[in-house]
T-cell receptor, first 117, second 113 residues
Framework: GAVVSQHPSWVICKSGTSVKIECRSL??????MFWYRQFPKQSLMLMAT?????????EQGVEKDKFLINHASLTLSTLTVTSAHPEDSSFYIC?????????????FGPGTRLTVL | GENVEQHPSTLSVQEGDSAVIKCTYS??????FPWYKQELGKRPQLIID?????GEKKDQRIAVTLNKTAKHFSLHITETQPEDSAVYFC????????????FGQGTRLTINP
């Protein structure tokens, strides 16, 4: 099956610093990728849609200036959590559909666990 | 926008018995319904999916049914095994022609030996 990777797998940072998370599709190109966050024992909550070559689309309630998304190539999307605070601590997961059809399977990255001290 | 409700939140069954998890969705335009299995600290893994032009799909011990009229779909696992223990999420996409997935709240399934 298709492979999506994320880096880093976990990160600990101090409050006020910025953290960048990378999401890569390893064996296919993805014009669209998605970023989710997941709190312990909760569901995946879509944060934004990352669009290659254009601006990301953010879900209601997600601060675009705090969660910067860049989709610079067909295989890489990055999420930067700016001025991180303890409440930003969460499990961040990306996904990429293999194709542009609504019914194309989405493959998830392994996730990045962010802890903000 | 789309809203997906999933029940039950927890489910405990004896090994060998069947497990059923149900989801409802709100947007009749949604046309793709995947089910994911997530183990603790791991990525969600697709276990089965169904498209709106199909009423039922089966893959060995796993089956999914879709009722478009009622806007609900269900996951059925037969002959459950301990390794089936995990959190299962349903999702829906296709609303407004978008690929983004809207997830249900999840079901923690425990298989008792």
């Amino acid at each position: 099956g298709a492979v999506v990777s994320q880096h880093p797998s976990w990160v600990i940072c101090k409050s006020g610093t910025s953290v960048k998370i990378e999401c890569r599709s390893l064996d296919f190109q993805a014009t669209t990728m998605f970023w989710y966050r997941q709190f312990p024992k909760q569901s995946l909550m879509l944060m934004a849609t990352s669009n290659e070559g254009s601006k990301a689309t953010y879900e209601q309630g997600v601060e675009k200036d705090k969660f910067l998304i860049n989709h610079a190539s067909l295989t890489l999307s990055t999420l930067t959590v700016t001025s991180a605070h303890p409440e930003d601590s969460s499990f961040y997961i990306c996904s990429a559909p293999r194709g542009t059809s609504v019914t194309d399977t989405q493959y998830f990255g392994p996730g990045t666990r962010l802890t903000v001290l | 926008g789309e809203n997906v409700e999933q029940h039950p939140s927890t489910l405990s069954v004896q090994e060998g018995d069947s497990a059923v998890i149900k989801c409802t969705y709100s947007d009749s335009a949604s046309n793709y319904f995947p089910w994911y299995k997530q183990e603790l600290g791991k990525r969600p893994q697709l276990i089965i999916d169904i498209r709106s032009n199909v009423g039922e799909k089966k893959d060995q011990r796993i089956a999914v049914t879709l009722n478009k009229t009622a806007k609900h779909f269900s996951l059925h696992i037969t002959e459950t095994q301990p390794e089936d223990s995990a959190v299962y999420f349903c999702a829906a996409s296709g609303s407004q022609g978008a690929q983004k997935l809207v997830f249900g709240q999840g079901t923690r399934l425990t298989i008792n030996p």
